[in-house]
């Protein structure tokens, strides 16, 4: 029997989810498990700060730390959301792979146990934990805490985005030279751009969703991602009046990368309606 071809990035945007199932979880049971989501990723972010600060300063960067951190806090997550949802799937940044030994249309939690590693690492504030949870085939609950600035970032879908229990919104205005633009560590080894305000870095995706989301950035270029990357962010800019998409506009089925493979297209993190503006100051190298 002849091989089906891998579908191209730009199928993976468009085409439905393979994965596409009845939702297990209530309207009910989702706030229950946002409160445990909420206190949980309080929890690991408390056991990552016990690891903050402990680089060994003679190296540019200590892999062997940020190592340890990753495992102790993904191992920490795992074990709480195993005790309190033992039907329920998980998929994390450490070992990479989809559980194959649970019924798949279970509700699924996503996590990145420690993103921004480079700035943990060098005693930067901009690092943090994200957790998704995924049922009937999307992403419907999302939390990012940012430990040293402490901030905790929440929604479920249909609802607010929250910012410590408060809402908030994306910024939705014309772009001048004030404006900001959050991308990628090597966005400048891949794009240039006429984006007429500040282009930076602060070197964690997730908080550079987070910060589109609450309004304090307008849009976010998204490289080199992972699907427990953004998985988090994807829901809180939607909740906050923002969205995913690639640079052509099309939606990503992030179904389409749960068994860990990369994101191989540049994606744009935008109030709705703004990306075709974005990504038309953008030029491929």
């Known amino acids: 029997m002849a091989r089906k071809p891998k579908p191209s990035p730009e199928s993976r945007a468009e085409a439905p989810s393979p994965r596409a199932a009845v939702p297990r979880l209530s309207r009910k049971d989702l706030h229950e498990v946002l409160t445990f989501a909420k206190g949980l990723a309080r929890a690991g972010g408390a056991l990552a700060m016990s690891f903050f600060g402990r680089a060994n300063p003679l190296l540019r960067f200590d892999h062997d730390l940020v190592t340890e951190a990753d495992v102790a806090v993904q191992d920490f997550l795992r074990h709480e959301v195993r005790a309190a949802y033992p039907s329920h799937q998980f998929l994390g940044e450490e070992g990479r792979r989809r559980p194959q030994d649970v019924e ?5 939690w996503v996590v990145d ?3 921004g590693s480079a700035c943990f690492s060098s005693g930067m504030p901009v690092w943090g934990l994200s957790l998704a949870l995924f049922d009937g085939g999307r992403p419907v609950l999302g939390v990012i805490h940012l430990p040293v600035t402490t901030e905790l970032y929440s929604a479920m879908l249909g609802e607010k985005a ?7 919104a ?3 205005e014309s772009w001048d030279n ?3 633009l959050l991308t ?3 966005f400048h080894s891949d794009f240039t751009t006429r984006f007429p305000g500040k ?4 070197g964690s995706t997730a908080a550079h969703m987070a910060y589109v989301a609450r309004g304090a950035a307008g849009a976010a270029i998204l490289g080199n991602a992972h699907v427990w990357d953004i998985a988090a962010g994807c829901v809180i ?6 969205a995913v998409r690639d640079l052509k506009g099309k939606r990503v089925e992030l179904t389409s990368y749960l068994q860990g493979e990369r994101i191989d297209i540049a994606l744009l993190a935008a109030p709705r309606g703004l990306h075709a503006e974005i990504a038309a100051s953008l030029e491929p190298r």
Request: no cysteine.
């Open 113 to 115: 146990p420690l993103d």
């Open 237 to 242: 800019l939607e909740a906050a009046g923002g």
């Open 104 to 108: 798949p249309a279970q509700p699924l």
């Open 184 to 186: 990628y560590s090597r």
């Open 178 to 180: 004030e404006s900001l």
């Open 162 to 168: 929250m910012l410590n229990d408060r809402p908030i």
């Open 199 to 202: 282009v930076r870095s602060l």
């Open 170 to 172: 994306v910024r939705e």
